[in-house]
Structure formats: structure tokens, C-alpha cells
């Protein structure tokens, strides 16, 4: 053969070999809402590592913190009868998919990775739609948390606090000394975050069970409830005036470069300083929000399998495998800012706020002190989350008073 025709014939075998992978392209279409820089950089290790086992990654992103974008989305793509491989939905939302008979059973993916012995039960309950696996969880975030800039504190003459007397003071020596106390975006889902860690520090885990979990109409209008909206109304004193509308991220950032001095935020902001390049304990401080430390409120981010084609469902399980890879709990939760979710992770590379974040998981789970996000999700059905966050919101955005909020917060409590 003339070398002409050796490449021509190689080409040709090329073409084929090229075809046919074509036709047998495994892919996986993911509906998600990370796009700060941060949760890019995390959902950039799994495209990686499904590509790295021959699996394409269709990116389906949907902006806006909290994910309520992206639910919208995502029910719109559902109806049409054109579900993605995976969608980033959790806890009760879990079982209302469920109920709605879309999701894909992902046993085998679960039983070949053991994660019934890999999971702490509370997480590997959420995964499960009548006793099968349906999701895959990625991460633990911790919800209660307040960031801080240490040279804020410093220009300002104030120390870091820890519970909201010294709170309070902090801030207002952060605004006589002409910068923003609290860093704070005006969105529905933004408030309602800073309103659970409030009703934590002010009332306890109890308390914030019994009226946030259970909804029990006594806790709802309480004294403690009460107390909880004057705090509010008092913290809302010392956010700035162009609050409205902003992301979360960039309400992070305005700590990270000191024109803030604390923010009220899960521990995904915890990512936007990690990408930034700063380091915990020394550019910024990961404190417990005032009150909350003996406690800890848990949102766990995980991936929810919908029922695809036949020829899908293998990629479908190695997605769900490649998830709970103890490589990728590692990799991910290192940029995310939270810990990982299932046993069996080395901790050497986390630092000082992701080792407090397992430490405190821990002892709460044996103290009682473990709660579930209700701002992000993890404790009621979404009917009700959402009445109850219009309510925060409206007080929030508004001369609302305490007791007619506690009104309000017990009426929507009752939302079908
Ligand atoms: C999600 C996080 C996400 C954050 C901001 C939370 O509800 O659990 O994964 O980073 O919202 O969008």
C-alpha cells in the first residue's frame, strides 16, 4: 500500500471509530444554580471527572442564589416531558418529585458503593423516595454561621463576637468607623437565611424546632418569636441602603474586601473567600452566628435522579457513583466551602472552618442541637416555606411590627 493510501485508509477507520463513539455518546444533563465563582470552580471538578470517564456533561444552569430560578426551570422542563439526567433539589422537594413518580431509581449505584454504611441516616434518608435511593447527596453546609473581616473589627476597635450583645457593638462601632456593619442582599431567600439563624440564637434548638419544624402555633406568636423579629428589625438598622436585589456572593465580597464587616451566610461563602484566595482564621473568621454555637443548621445540596431513557441509565448511575467517590466529596467541598457527606474523607486538606463544621455536626447530632435549614429547604414542604419567607421578607422590606409579623408568620405556617 502507497502511503497515500495507508492514510486515507486510516483516516476513513478514524471517521468510523469517531462515528461510532457518536452514536454511543454517553451524556449526562445537569440542572444546577452554581454560578458564583466559587460554585463554578466545585461543579467544574464533577464535569471533569465524568468527561475523564467518557461521559459527556451538558451543563444546565440556571443563576440565582437559592435555587429558586432554577426550580422554576426545572418544572417547566418536567411538564414538557423532558426532565434532565439530574437536578440539584433537596430535601422535602425530594418527596414531592417523588409523589409525581419522575424520579430514577438509583439502588444499584447505592448498593455497589455501600452508602448505606457510608451515610450518617439523617442524610440518607432525604435520599430515599420509599425505601430507594433517588438522589445523591454532595455536600453537608452549615447554615449557621457569620462572616467576618478581622481588619474591619480592628480599624473599627471592636472584637470578634460572640453573642449579640457583642454583636451589637461590633456593628456599631464597624458603622461610627464609616464602613457597613452587616453585608446583606435584599432577596427573599437571602432574608429568610438570616431570620433562621436569628430565631436560633435568640430561642435555642428547642424552640427553633418546635415553631420552624414543627410550626406549633404557640412558638410561631410567642415571646421568643417576638424577640426574635425586634432582632431582626435591629440588625436590619445597620445593612446598607443599596441592599435591594443583591447576590449573595456580592454581599460576600463586600467582606472580603472590607467594605463590610460581617455577613450572615451558609458556608458557600465560605467558597467566594477560598476562590478569592483567602485563608481562614487570618483573612476572615468563620464564626457561629451570636447564640447559635452548641447548634448546627444542616443543608445538604444533592443531586436528584430523573427517569431517562434506557440507553442513559448507565451514565445516570456512573454519575450518581462518581458523586459519592469519596475523590470527589474531598475535591468538590474544598472549593464549596462545605464538608463532605459521606464517611470515609480524609480531612488533612480542610481548613479550620470546615474542621469546626465536622467537629460541631457531630456533637450536635448528639445533643439535639442538629437542625434542618428551613431557608434552604431542608425542613417543611415548599408550600409552606414559601408563605412563611414572603412573610420574613415583607418584614424585612417594610415598617412591619413584630407581633403583626408573628400574626402573619402563624397564618402562612398553615399554607397547603
Ligand atoms: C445551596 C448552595 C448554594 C446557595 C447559593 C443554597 O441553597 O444549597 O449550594 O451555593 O444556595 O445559591
Known amino acids: 500500500m502507497k502511503l497515500k493510501q495507508i492514510v486515507q485508509a486510516t483516516m476513513a477507520v478514524t471517521a468510523l471509530i469517531a462515528a461510532t463513539a457518536q452514536v454511543q455518546a454517553a451524556e449526562v444533563e445537569v440542572l444546577h444554580y452554581w454560578t458564583s465563582g466559587g460554585e463554578a470552580k466545585s461543579v467544574a471538578e464533577l464535569k471533569k471527572m465524568m468527561e475523564a470517564k467518557g461521559v459527556t456533561w451538558k451543563d444546565f444552569a440556571v443563576a440565582g442564589g437559592g435555587g429558586e430560578n432554577a426550580m422554576t426551570a426545572l418544572k417547566a422542563r418536567v411538564i414538557a416531558g423532558s426532565a434532565p439526567t439530574a437536578a440539584q433539589i433537596k430535601g422535602p422537594s425530594i418527596q414531592e418529585w417523588g409523589k409525581e413518580g419522575v424520579l430514577a431509581n438509583i439502588d444499584a449505584a447505592a448498593s455497589e458503593g455501600k452508602w448505606d454504611a457510608n451515610l450518617p441516616k439523617v442524610v440518607s434518608n432525604i435520599m430515599k423516595y420509599q425505601g430507594h435511593y433517588v438522589a445523591a447527596p454532595v455536600n453537608v453546609h452549615r447554615v449557621n454561621w457569620l462572616w467576618v473581616n478581622p481588619e474591619v473589627l480592628k480599624k473599627a476597635g471592636a472584637k470578634a463576637p460572640g453573642n449579640w450583645d457583642e454583636f451589637f457593638d461590633a456593628a456599631d462601632k464597624i458603622k461610627k468607623a464609616g464602613m457597613i456593619a452587616i453585608a446583606h442582599g435584599g432577596q427573599p431567600w437571602q432574608d429568610a437565611t438570616v431570620f433562621e439563624s436569628v430565631a436560633l440564637g435568640v430561642g435555642g434548638a428547642d424552640f427553633y424546632k418546635k415553631a420552624i419544624v414543627q410550626l406549633d402555633q404557640a412558638s410561631l406568636t410567642g415571646p421568643t418569636m417576638i424577640k426574635t423579629f425586634d432582632t431582626l428589625a435591629k440588625i436590619k438598622t445597620y445593612i446598607d441602603k443599596d441592599a435591594a436585589g443583591r447576590d449573595w456572593n456580592l454581599a460576600t465580597a463586600m467582606v472580603i474586601n472590607g467594605k463590610a464587616g460581617m455577613q450572615f451566610m451558609g458556608d458557600w461563602a465560605k467558597g467566594e473567600f477560598t476562590a478569592a484566595g483567602k485563608v481562614a482564621g487570618k483573612d476572615f473568621l468563620c464564626l457561629a452566628a451570636p447564640g447559635t454555637d452548641k447548634a448546627f443548621t444542616f443543608n445538604i445540596d444533592s443531586l436528584t435522579m430523573f427517569k431517562v431513557k434506557d440507553d442513559q441509565q448507565k451514565s445516570q448511575l456512573t454519575l450518581a457513583s462518581a458523586v ?52 434552604h429547604g431542608m425542613a417543611i414542604d415548599s408550600a409552606k416555606a414559601g408563605a412563611i419567607q414572603d412573610v420574613i421578607a415583607k418584614f424585612m422590606n417594610s415598617t412591619m411590627t413584630s407581633q403583626a409579623a408573628v400574626q402573619a408568620l402563624a397564618k402562612a405556617a398553615k399554607a397547603k
Request: proline residues 6%.
Open 324 to 375: 459519592m467517590s469519596p475523590e470527589f466529596q474531598e475535591v468538590f467541598n474544598l472549593n464549596k466551602g462545605s464538608i463532605p457527606a459521606r464517611a470515609g474523607v480524609s480531612r488533612a486538606k480542610f481548613d479550620s472552618c470546615a474542621l469546626k463544621s465536622m467537629d460541631d455536626m457531630d456533637a450536635t447530632s448528639k445533643s439535639g442541637g442538629l437542625v434542618p435549614s428551613f431557608a
